[in-house]
């Protein structure tokens, strides 16, 4: 238990000085940018108490807000995404897997955990860009960020899976 | 009872959601709207000091470019000083006159230097963070220039870092006016270029050639009148077509921003007290009128 404490706030540390100082600078064709860290929510276990989840996603989508000046923006789609998280999981995971199972590749089939992680990326983007566009609403601009972010980020999360997989 | 508090310990994860998410709106509505408060952006202390350590190991990187620009900036300069001493000397043949209303036009304005500590650029919305708060005189409303030109105002002041509002933003509203033609308007942003903003609101009877300079009027009570703007670019019609909309080409690079001045300048607090105290007395007028009819 306290392991897995350790490890959450490892990969929570991590997450936010990768997105900080190197994925927040990246705006592939001027609308794809990686958001990495919601990573964190997917790595939940089935068994975490919900309100613990949701308490570490906020707290998370909080320290990303404040180093890029959209306050609420993040926390509020992190928060969602946690809450979310456990139903988009149920249809994926295997009926005799264990009750900590932790969602991953080695867990879930690769197809499981690909569409496992596009729902979640998915829904993550439409409401982060939905949210940070508030003022300035331009529908193309809308669709190109949700659409270019997605698949960034989906790409890179698969990319890690991958190589966790193997180690 | 024994039955609400069972309901409440089931439900009670969905309470924390809610709870969460609109902690959430209210930091997101408040940060649009109002300017209270510093503690989630990059003003505040601990994140402001992140931003100025991995600023200030990047910052060694771009130091020749930098160091070209202000060298030839520099040149450009002493040339046109050369040029001016000369002009005024002849008019005057006075060799203090200069000195002497120089020391006049300093003391009315304080300079702060600042470092930007982060800067975006991609974005509706464009925040600048510099390394000056409160502790360091900068209030809200203040001007922000570079030495290529203006930068933007200040919004939000923490103790010891301030976001500034880049003219690269969608709420950007500065006066400016063509410099030698004293037609001002109001430059704003559109999202898009860099490097390309719009004088709204300029009368249509105004004359002006392609390549003019743009400079702030200082008829706003944030920049005081002169400081370099851009270059016009393009004219269009206005979508009323009552005024021209002009295309400026910024002077200032505002990808590759690393120290800037904050402007205090006296004159303009007095300034806009005055204004403040007009409209005031104007509203009281309005409402005396009202109360007579």
Known sequence: MNIDIVKIFGWFVVLILAQVFVLNHIHLFGVATPLLYIYFVFLFRRNMPQWGSLLWAFIMGLIIDTFSNTPGVSSASLTLIAAVQPFVLRPFVPRDSAEDLQPGVNTLSYVQYLWYAATLTFIYNLVFFSLEMFSFFNILTWL???????????LLILVIEHVRSRV | MHNLTEFLAKYKHWFLFVLLEVISMVLLFRFNNYQGSVWFTSANIVAGQVYEISSEATSYLTMGKANKELTQRNLLLEQEVKKLNEILYAKTHDA????????????????????????????????????????????????????????????????????????????????????????????????????????????RHAKFKLGDRVVTSGYSSIFPAGILVGKVKHVYNSEDGLSFRIAVQLSTDFGNLRDVCVIDDASIRQQKQVIDAATDSIKQLGTDYNTTE
């Open chain 2, 96 to 203: 203090k006159y200069k000195q002497r209303g120089q020391y006049r036009f300093l003391s009315s304005f304080k300079l702060i230097d600042a470092k930007v500590v982060s800067n975006s650029l991609d974005k509706a919305e464009n925040f600048i963070t510099i390394n000056k708060g409160s502790w360091d005189g900068v209030r809200k409303d203040m001007g922000v220039a570079c030495g290529n030109g203006v930068v933007g105002v200040v919004y939000l002041v923490g103790i010891h870092h301030s976001i500034v509002i880049p003219v690269l933003n969608s709420k950007s509203n500065i006066s400016c006016s063509l410099q030698g033609r004293n037609y001002f308007g109001y430059l704003h942003w559109k999202g898009g270029a860099k490097d390309v903003a719009y004088l709204d609101d300029v009368p």
């Open chain 1, 144 to 154: 190109e960020c949700i659409g270019g972010s997605t698949l960034l980020t989906l």
